[in-house]
Structure formats: structure tokens, C-alpha cells
């Protein structure tokens, strides 16, 4: 379904990919972890159109989205949810629940889709009036969440969604990543919080400086020594 | 006191339409425009020239003045909708004094005589009204209100939130900009019709960068965003130096007064809810 082909980025003339190569199947949630500063934003930023790749190919559907603008390719199926809650701060809840499905022309079933979305998160559907930016820091990446999937994505790129949350937070919005999935969104997480990540998983991928180090379906990553040692912390 | 309740009245709903067609620009999509002057200004002199040159009905005139207005604000636009911030201000600036000296340099000419524009063009037809100018205020704000309540207008309060967050909402960034560009413009320009009208005579310093600021004034004293503070602010403004004619040249200090306890004291304007970072 998506496919990076040696895909390298500049910030400046640092490379913060060096030759990224990376494939995610139809109905597959795929993880990549890694430290800090490893280039696995980047990647999601590349792959969804915010940054633009110096050199390879990226291919969504069968399409060629390499130098597609940002917002064609959300147009084409493929969504982010930004790292760190990028959510629209002064708009109503609701209002950012509606700007998910900008693109989407058939009015009746946005609003169903509004109960399906918020179904996943109460809280927010009792908020639907308040502004974005007074929501708890957990509610903002519901809503970020919720927001993504009005646009009904049929790859969702998700960046760090545990950044910064509580643990019951985190456990709630992970049941959330494979609901979605079970009901046909594959799924590209980039995560720090590696043992959560590879627990939902069914392929990993480890990225060090700039270039992937390891690839190995979630379960194999869980028992690979050097992995253990590096990024789940035992 | 002698005070012209109906010259405030016609002077306050002029400013209210061009106002509010900077607050779509500035208030709810968060770029800061300085030029809006010069979309005046063509406003003003499409309508004065189009009726004096052919003779064309004053309805006409202010529907090609908003036209004029609009496409030009749109096409001018483009070039610039990379910029942001202070370097968008700037740009806006440049273009207000860019279309002001063109306007200094133009001859036309006039039932046979030709005429420059650097010189005050006087006799401009008085077709300005009372019930007039209600109507179409009435009808600038009805728009604005359910241009802001469409789905144009809450991707339009997107960008000014944030922009990259927009673009992946699927929002083609630059088309809405654009357009919202073009509406403001036209809004400004048929403001600047009805102004030449009312007053009969213009000339282009009439439309350097104190009209752009003056407007702009007017729109953070009431509030960015909020239509109800467009009013409230351009009524106020208006009315000051109007209220106040006995202090003479006293009275631009009161007006710097009242901008400045309101920005110490409420610097989102009266009505204004919504932080604008443009």
C-alpha cells in the first residue's frame, strides 16, 4: 500500500534520512522506534508531504506521491496525526471534529460518522462546544485522533501519540489504534515508547541516525537481544 | 454643540463595509494586510471614473469598483502567500504606495479634457443615501456572517490557527487565501466607491498607508474576528474625531488615547475572544 524507495531528506545540508526504504502492506499496523533524533518524524513528515525527500520515491495506492502537495495527498487516503497535538487551539471541539472530513461531500454521513469517531472518545462529545486549546494535553490527542479519522484515512500516520500522556491515557488510545485497524485503517506508528508499540504491532522497524537499522515482524523485535538492550529497557 | 448625526451615520457604515472586508483577511484568516488602502483607492477611482468618463449608473459603477477591487486584490495575492507576519505587512505596504504613485501618474480624460490624477478629482456624482448605505451594510454583514458559518469560512479560521495543521485537513492552502484576498478586496473597494461618492472629491494620498492603518485601527479596537466588534470599533473611531471637531487638533490625541488604554486594558479589542497572530 505504501512503499519508500531510498527516500533521503535534508533539514539544511544535514540529511535526516539517509536512504529510506519501507513498505507497509493493506491492513497492517507497522511501527517504527527509535531514539531522539533517529529521523522517524521526518519520515512520517516526508511520507505525508510537510517536508520534501532530496532523492527516491514514495508510492501510495500504486501512485506516486513523491512531490505530491501536502494536501492532495491527503486527498488521495493517506493522514497524519501530528506529533505533539497540532489541533486547532481557538476552533470548538466539533469544529475540529469537521475539519477532518473538509474533503468529504456527503454531508449525512459525516455527521453519522461524527458519532462514530466520538464514540471511541466520550469525553470529547461532551466538549463538543469548548475550544480546542482548553482540553487536557490527553484530550487534545483524542481529539487529533478523532479528527484524523473523519477524513476515513486508509493509511493513518500516527507520530508519537503516548508524547507526553498519562499511562491511562496512553493504554486507552493504543485500544483505540487497533480498533480503528480491526475495522480496515492500516496504520504507521512512530513511537518512543517501543514495548507499547511492538505489543499492537505486527511489523517493526528500528531506525538509528538517519537509516533503518532493523526490520523484523513486532514480535521477533520483542526478543532481538540488541533491541531489548537499546529501546524496551530490560 | 451642532453634531452631524447623519454624516457619522453615512461615514460609519462606509467603514463598517470596508472593515469588515479586511477583518476576513486579517481577523478571520490571520494575514495582516497594510494595503487594503490601495483596494480602496481602486475601488474608488473605478466607480468615479466609470461614471464620469461613459456615464455609467452609479449601481454599475459599484459592482465593477468590488470587481476591479476583488480581481486585482486576488491576483495580487499570489506572488506574496508565502509570507507571513511582519514580511506580509511589508509587502502589503509596498503595494498600497505602488498603486498610489500609479494613481499620481494617470491622465484620463474627461468629457474631452484630460485630466491627471495627481490633481484632486472633484465632481465626483453624489449618489449617497442614508437608506442606501443601510442597505448594504446590512447586506455586507449578513454575508460575512454566513460566509464565516460555512464550511470556506471554518477552513478559513484554520489557517489562521495554524497552517501546516490545515494542509492536512486536506485544505488546498493557497486557493483559500486567495480567495478570501479577492472577497476582502471587493468589500474594500466597494467601500471606496461609496466613499468617493459621498465625498465627490479624491486624490491619492486619500488612499496612502493612514487609511490602511485607520481602518486597520478600527478593527483591533473592536475586536479581530468578531463581526459585532467590527461594528462597535468603526463606529467608535468614526465618531471621535467627528464628536470631538470643537478640540480641533486636539482631537487625534484623544483618538491616540483610546487606542492606547485599549490595547493596555483589553488588547483583543471590545468584542474580540480569539488571539490573532498575524
Known amino acids: 500500500m505504501l512503499k519508500l524507495d531510498s527516500i533521503q531528506t535534508k533539514y539544511g545540508s544535514i540529511y535526516a534520512l539517509k536512504g529510506i526504504d519501507l513498505v507497509v502492506n493493506q491492513g497492517e499496523i507497522v511501527t517504527i522506534i527509535g531514539a531522539n533524533g533517529a529521523g522517524k518524524s521526518t519520515t512520517l513528515n516526508t511520507i505525508s508531504g510537510i517536508v520534501q525527500s532530496i532523492y527516491g520515491r514514495i508510492e501510495f495506492d500504486g501512485v506516486d506521491i513523491t512531490h505530491m502537495p501536502a494536501d492532495k495527498i491527503v486527498e488521495a487516503g493517506l493522514v497524519q496525526v501530528p506529533e505533539g497535538r497540532e489541533i486547532f487551539p481557538q476552533l470548538t471541539v466539533l469544529e475540529n471534529i469537521k475539519l477532518g472530513a473538509y474533503l468529504r461531500k456527503d454531508k449525512h454521513a459525516v455527521k453519522q460518522d461524527i458519532e462514530y469517531v466520538t464514540s471511541f472518545f466520550p469525553r470529547l462529545s461532551e466538549r463538543f462546544n469548548q475550544l480546542g486549546g482548553t482540553l487536557s494535553g490527553g484530550e487534545q490527542q483524542m481529539l487529533a485522533i478523532a479528527r484524523a479519522l473523519m477524513s476515513k484515512p486508509k493509511l493513518l500516520l500516527m507520530d508519537e501519540p503516548s508524547l507526553g500522556l498519562a499511562p491511562k491515557f496512553v493504554y486507552g488510545i493504543f485500544d483505540v489504534i487497533k480498533k480503528v485497524n480491526e475495522q480496515g485503517t492500516t496504520v504507521l506508528l512512530v513511537e518512543q515508547n517501543a514495548t507499547l508499540a511492538l505489543s499492537v504491532a505486527s511489523r517493526g522497524y528500528v531506525m538509528e541516525t538517519g537509516k533503518i537499522v532493523l526490520e523484523d515482524k513486532a514480535e521477533n523485535l520483542m526478543n532481538n537481544e540488541s533491541v531489548k538492550a537499546a529501546y524496551l529497557g530490560f | ?278
Not at chain 2, 9 to 33: A, P, R
Not at chain 2, 67 to 85: E, T
Not at chain 2, 137 to 157: H, T, Y
Not at chain 2, 188 to 203: E, R, Y
Open chain 2, 1 to 278: 454643540m451642532y453634531i452631524d448625526v447623519y454624516n457619522i451615520l453615512i461615514l460609519s457604515g462606509i467603514n463598517i463595509i470596508m472593515v469588515l472586508g479586511l477583518n476576513l483577511i486579517t481577523g478571520v484568516t490571520g494575514q495582516l494586510s497594510l494595503g487594503h488602502a490601495a483596494f480602496i483607492g481602486i475601488g474608488a477611482y473605478t466607480s468615479s471614473l466609470l461614471m464620469m468618463m461613459f456615464n455609467v449608473p452609479f449601481g454599475v459603477a459599484l459592482i465593477a469598483a468590488a470587481l476591479m477591487a476583488g480581481l486585482i486584490g486576488g491576483l495580487f495575492s499570489i506572488p506574496i502567500l508565502r509570507l507571513r507576519g511582519d514580511y506580509l505587512a511589508i509587502a502589503t505596504l509596498g503595494f498600497c504606495e505602488v498603486v498610489r504613485v500609479i494613481f499620481t501618474n494617470m491622465k484620463v480624460t474627461i468629457n474631452g479634457e484630460v485630466q491627471r490624477l495627481s490633481v484632486s478629482l472633484a465632481n465626483i456624482p453624489q449618489h449617497i443615501n442614508l437608506p442606501l448605505i443601510l442597505i448594504l451594510v446590512c447586506f455586507s454583514i449578513l454575508f460575512m456572517i454566513s460566509l464565516e458559518r460555512s464550511k470556506f469560512g471554518l477552513a478559513l479560521r484554520s489557517i489562521r490557527e495554524d497552517e501546516v495543521a490545515s494542509q492536512m485537513m486536506g485544505i488546498d492552502i493557497a486557493r483559500h487565501k486567495v480567495m478570501a484576498f479577492a472577497i476582502s478586496s471587493a468589500f474594500a473597494g466597494l467601500g471606496g466607491a461609496l466613499m468617493a461618492s459621498n465625498i465627490t472629491a479624491i486624490q491619492p494620498i486619500d488612499f496612502g498607508f493612514k487609511l490602511s492603518i485607520g481602518i486597520l485601527c478600527m478593527l483591533v479596537l473592536g475586536g479581530m474576528g468578531s463581526i459585532v466588534g467590527v461594528i462597535a470599533g468603526t463606529i467608535i473611531l468614526t465618531s471621535i474625531p467627528e464628536l470631538l471637531r470643537f478640540a480641533a487638533e486636539y482631537r487625534m490625541i484623544m483618538y491616540g488615547v483610546v487606542l492606547i488604554i485599549m490595547m493596555v486594558f483589553r488588547p483583543r479589542g471590545l468584542f474580540g475572544n480569539i488571539r490573532v497572530n498575524v
